[in-house]
């Protein structure tokens, strides 16, 4: 039968590769910005934060960077393991509080 | 990281049926939020809820949706009159000590038949 839905980008790495997975946002006014990894039949969780007054942030093995120029966030995993292997979704919303805007996902498979 | 767990997990209900979905929060939270997700799809806001009272709803969270908090411990969403289309995982979401950082539950899987 016919599929519905979104077709999600995939990406495809070894275990032991890094990964970077990628987000455009549009609304110049966000200030907040989060990652969080989806797992299947499962919530999201939240891997790693970052406000618009910064351009980096550093975690356990993920790295965010935002670049407000391009509208562009990314996520960078280190050493990707084959628990990584999830959707990612990239999200953002203008004040502390507000709903949180969600972007498409990417779909991170790593191969051993 | 802050818990939240959802009741019931899985929810089948008859098309215009009423359905209670909650959200039981461990310890005290700041904000309360409902997304839902439909299969295969990007996460969707519904409603915020702050200091017991909608703070901001989307264009879906219409007259069959509402919300509440009665006894300041569990956080319903209620549907009226199910459809077809609410068919999607609910999932429930808390801020805690920073109003930034939403947690989201397991969720409940909606299915209407």
């Known amino acids: 039968g016919e599929s519905v839905g979104l077709h999600l980008p995939t990406l495809s790495v070894q275990e032991g590769d890094n990964s970077i997975i990628n987000c455009a946002y549009s609304n110049s006014a966000s200030d907040y910005f989060i990652w969080y990894k989806q797992e299947s039949g499962k919530g999201p969780q939240f891997i790693i934060d970052?406000?618009?007054?910064?351009d980096k942030r550093q975690g356990q093995r993920v790295t965010v960077l935002l670049n407000k120029t391009v509208k562009h966030l990314s996520l960078q995993i280190a050493a990707t393991q084959p628990g990584d292997s999830a959707v990612y979704f990239c999200?953002?919303?203008?004040?502390?509080?507000?709903?949180?805007?969600f972007g498409k996902g990417t779909s991170l498979l790593v191969t051993p | 990281e802050p818990e939240v767990t959802q009741t019931p997990s899985h929810q089948v209900t008859q098309m215009g049926q009423e359905v209670i979905l909650r959200c039981v929060p461990i310890s005290n939270h700041l904000y309360f939020y409902w997304y839902r997700q439909i299969l295969g799809q990007k996460v969707e806001f519904l409603v915020s809820f702050y200091n017991n009272e909608i703070s901001e709803k989307s264009e879906i969270f219409d007259d069959q949706f509402s919300v509440e908090r009665p006894d300041g411990s569990n956080f319903t969403l209620k549907i009226r009159s199910t459809k077809l289309e609410d068919s999607a995982m609910y999932f429930c979401a808390i801020t805690h000590r920073d109003p930034d950082t939403q947690y989201f539950g397991p969720g409940t899987r909606l299915t209407v038949l």
């Open positions: 999200a953002e919303n203008e004040n502390s509080g507000y709903a949180l805007n």
């Open positions: 970052i406000r618009s007054n910064m």
